[in-house]
């Protein structure tokens, strides 16, 4: 009987430099690859410019500070339907309870994670304080829901809202 014996290969410099070059090549492309993918399916920033963005803020607490002097009530409803079409109502009234007139309010449909999908909703008039609007091709899923109401040039109503659409 005759027992085969193995010999271990010593461990030589060529070996363990392809060892190194080896695993390292594996991190550095696999770091590329995933770099690759984060910047190509990066949406973007939500401001181009921190800097402008500032200078309009103190603007911005003033115009809501008047929005909630106002006292509007306004009334959302959306859906989607099966087609993929996005069905919007809303309904505007003041302090008193009157049909808001006077007033053009623009919609939008924004993914939070991404801008490129962003759906402007055609909002149009259906009657003193009544709006309707649709989009088309609007897919399932969180979206963040944009109304802004305008008259006479000056923003009267501003609403961003997270809403699911089945």
Known sequence: MTAS???ARPVTGRFVLIALLTFFSVVIGANMLMMRFAITTLPGTEVDSAY???LTYEREIIAARQ???RRWQVQV??????????VLA????DRA???VAGVNFMARLERPVDRRADRAI???QADVGTFRG????????QWDLVIEGDADGRHMFVSKNRVVLN
């Open 5 to 7: 014996i193995r010999v």
């Open 52 to 54: 402008s963005a500032s």
């Open 67 to 69: 929005q909630n002097e």
């Open 77 to 86: 409803h959306i859906h989607r339907r099966p087609d993929g079409e996005a």
């Open 90 to 93: 809303i309904e505007a009234r």
């Open 97 to 99: 309870g009157a049909p």
């Open 122 to 124: 055609d909002v149009s």
């Open 134 to 141: 649709s989009a088309s091709g609007v897919a399932v899923g």
